[in-house]
């Protein structure tokens, strides 16, 4: 037993001795290993090798009953924010690709976004672990601890300003769907709580209490892992999912970003679009039946409400009983000049538009510019193509089609909120997004949007129909498995039968508020804690 407690001390050691600038280059290359959990590599072990190491940096800077309280909070803080950006620089470098696109105009800012991003994003894995070593000990505890602060901090990371909780640490297990099931209860943010529990927990292996005891925790988390495997799996076995009455046609017409605009190519992308409309049926598709045919995100290369030709030649492609949705962007008029909205469009067999959603959660630097006076002056402009800039949305509502097949409209990013399903008599029957990744190109981005939309579906219950210019195109049903799928640039439709949903979820219910109150509560207990422990120290 000796020789194994020994053996295992090896790997602990290099992290709990490392100072100085060794200490802070293990912990930017722990969170870039991190991110490799994430699509499209899923890579889900090496979480439990990069948190306990984290843990370890942190027990070497925060030694027990020593330091004041702001030392303490400033050490934790410094390695948490070195941490994240690791983290979010290897899982965000992609957004670089998007620079690429109009070359000549924004290259010169890629490297300036590249590096920004995970900048300001490791701000809140900072303000995480230095909450965490606040309250810092030597006890098992401190692995809740931490992972209590890293679930709060992504939940106030996707709400601050106008939030951006791309890549939550719970999202390293998104690539198994049985592991993935635990969002029906907890959400996103209570799978980071999970995740970073689950897998820091092996860091107490090289602590100094008794060895049984250290293997005992360890043990304890091994059992919740397989706990919520077998749940998982259970759920995805027992939930019977069946068709409804609605058919579904996905467009995916791979227009590459660069093409979008050009106006030389306006009608070809136009008359593809129509072409794939109305091309024959494939798949398990039903003559005859109820059919939602899905346009991506800006589908159409021009106003569309300022095309009455264009709503005639739908029409055309259309039937009795056929109706379109589709990304497109639209205008009206303002004080200064058109106001320009990014909108989903339901639009009946007569060409008709039916219901009009605008985007109410824009892409910073992509549809809008933080700080636009200040920043206009250094040459920083928006990457919205021929706009000069979009609207939001005034809120998030649900659509519907002449049927009564309700829907929640997402488009692009807006997939990546966690939110609570409106009631009845606005209760979705599925979610939709549609988006145009074609900005990122074959880089890891558009699988990572893949995965987050998909867990929309998981926490809620509901279908997910995702229609997206280049792909990743899907039908995705209340658990998560995918019913049909295009890849990246693969051009062609998706024609299957709209599943029904799972039922209501506890999370669907219940939202991000269980997941807070057992946060806070463990933070509380830890401030007690350590409250008695430093009066018996005096």
């Known amino acids: 037993m000796y020789w194994l407690s020994q053996r295992l001390s090896v790997l602990p050691n290099t992290f709990l001795l490392a100072w100085g600038w060794q200490r802070r280059i293990l912990c930017v290359i722990c969170g870039a290993v991190t991110a490799f959990a994430l699509p499209p590599y899923n890579l889900a072990p090496v979480l439990l090798i990069t948190f306990p190491c984290l843990v370890w940096l942190l027990d070497g800077a925060l030694e027990p009953g020593r330091g004041g309280a702001r030392r303490r909070v400033t050490a934790g803080f410094f390695l948490g924010w070195l941490f994240g950006f690791g983290y979010f620089l290897s899982g965000l470098w992609w957004i670089g690709a998007a620079f690429l696109v109009e070359a000549d105009r924004f290259a010169w800012l890629m490297p300036f976004a590249v590096l920004a991003m995970p900048v300001g994003l490791a701000l809140f894995t900072g303000l995480g672990v230095g909450l965490a070593a606040l309250f810092w000990t030597d006890q098992f505890r401190r692995i809740l601890l931490l992972a209590a602060c890293l679930a709060l901090t992504d939940w106030l990371r996707g709400h601050v300003l106008t939030g951006f909780p791309w890549n939550a640490f719970g999202y390293g297990i998104s690539g198994s769907l049985p592991l993935s099931q635990t969002a029906s209860l907890v959400g996103i943010y209570g799978l980071t709580f999970l995740v970073v529990a689950i897998s820091g927990m092996p860091a107490v292996l090289a602590d100094s209490r008794p060895f049984r005891s250290r293997v005992a925790a360890t043990a304890s988390a091994a059992a ?36 979008k605009w050009r106006p030389e190519l306006k009608e070809e992308i136009f008359q593809t679009l129509l072409d794939m409309t109305e091309a ?32 005639f030649r739908i029409s055309k492609v259309l039937n009795e009983k056929t109706e379109l949705v589709t990304g497109a962007n639209r205008a009206e008029p303002g004080p200064d000049g058109p106001l320009y909205f990014n909108s989903v469009y339901v639009l009946g067999p007569d060409g008709a538009a039916r219901g009009i959603y605008d985007k109410v959660r824009l892409v910073p630097f992509g549809e809008y510019l933080p700080l636009e006076n200040v920043l206009d002056r250094f040459g920083i402009t928006k990457l919205t193509g021929p706009f000069s800039g979009f609207e939001a949305g005034y809120q998030r509502r649900v659509l519907s089609t002449s049927e009564g097949f309700s829907f929640l409209p997402m488009i692009c990013y807006e997939a990546i909120f966690p939110a609570p399903v409106p009631d009845k008599p606005q209760s979705p029957v599925f979610l939709l997004n549609v988006t145009n990744d074609a900005w990122f190109g074959r880089t890891p981005g558009p699988s990572q949007h893949f995965a987050q939309a998909r867990m929309r579906a998981i926490e809620t219950g509901l279908p997910l129909i995702r229609a997206a210019n280049t792909g990743i195109s899907a039908v995705v049903d209340g658990k998560g498995e995918v019913a049909g799928a295009l890849g990246m640039f693969e051009k062609g439709v998706i024609d299957t039968r709209l599943p029904q949903g799972t039922g209501n979820t506890i999370y669907g219910n219940s939202g991000d508020v269980p997941m807070l109150v057992v946060a806070f509560f463990l933070v509380f207990l830890a401030s007690i804690s350590k409250y008695n422990l430093s009066s018996r120290i005096n």
Do not use: C, H, M, Y
Not at 232 to 249: F, H, K, N, P
Not at 287 to 302: T, Y
């Open 224 to 259: 919740a892992l397989a706990a919520i495997f077998v749940f998982g799996v259970v759920r995805i076995w027992s939930l019977e999912t069946q068709d409804t009455a609605l058919d579904i046609r996905i467009v995916q017409p791979s227009v590459e970003q660069k093409d």
């Open 280 to 311: 024959p049926l494939g798949g398990n598709a039903r003559v005859g039946q109820q059919r939602l045919v899905i346009w991506p995100e800006s589908a159409v290369p021009f106003l569309l409400s300022l095309e009455p030709g264009a709503l």
